[in-house]
């Protein structure tokens, strides 16, 4: 009997196979995919509107454990609210390494943006001597160009020394 596709069966599959090849959980195929979710949880954490859901939730519990018929309880106020306790370590169990993940994440993405603008303050740094360079370079080019007034100058003297000519030749 063949097969409708061919893609290999479960057992037929490698981690060597190309990416395509392998199933499983969307959540879990790239490591940017399940980032991005531990990112969702810890933001949706450290909300205050999570904390007042939470607060909420604890408190309505414990309302009605402790105001309902005892045959509707199902968690105890004489011996703790055991069940609510249990609930709350699981999902504080569960939100630690989430939000450290999370906080993991941003600390790469961090380092990569301090590594960006290290390089980007050198760039500037060099493009900034370049140009002081550039501009002491033009300085120097300017001191040996000719001024108005020097012109003005030898203007003035090339007069005075035609003016002279003319006195001095004969016949004027």
Do not use: H
């Not at 993940?101 to 301090?114: E, G, P, T």
């Amino acid at each position: 009997m063949a097969r409708a596709r061919n893609r290999p069966t479960r057992n037929e599959m490698r981690l060597d196979s190309p990416r395509g090849m392998r199933q499983g959980l969307p959540l879990f195929q790239s490591r940017d995919a399940f980032g991005r979710f531990t990112e969702a949880i810890a933001r949706g954490m450290g909300t205050p509107w999570f904390l007042f859901g939470l607060s909420i939730f604890v408190v309505l519990w414990m309302l009605y454990n402790t105001l309902a018929p005892d045959n509707f309880r199902f968690d105890s106020a004489a011996i703790g609210f055991t069940a609510l306790t249990l609930i709350l370590s699981l999902q504080a169990s569960y939100a630690a390494p989430l939000i450290l993940l999370a906080q993991n994440r941003q600390d790469d993405r961090d380092r990569v943006q301090i590594e960006q603008d290290r390089q980007r303050a050198e760039r500037n740094l060099n493009d900034t001597e370049y140009l002081a360079r550039e501009v002491v370079a033009l300085r120097l080019s300017m001191n040996d160009l000719a001024s108005k007034d020097f012109i003005r100058a030898e203007l003035r003297a090339m007069l005075e020394e035609l003016d002279k000519k003319d006195d001095d030749t004969p016949g004027s």
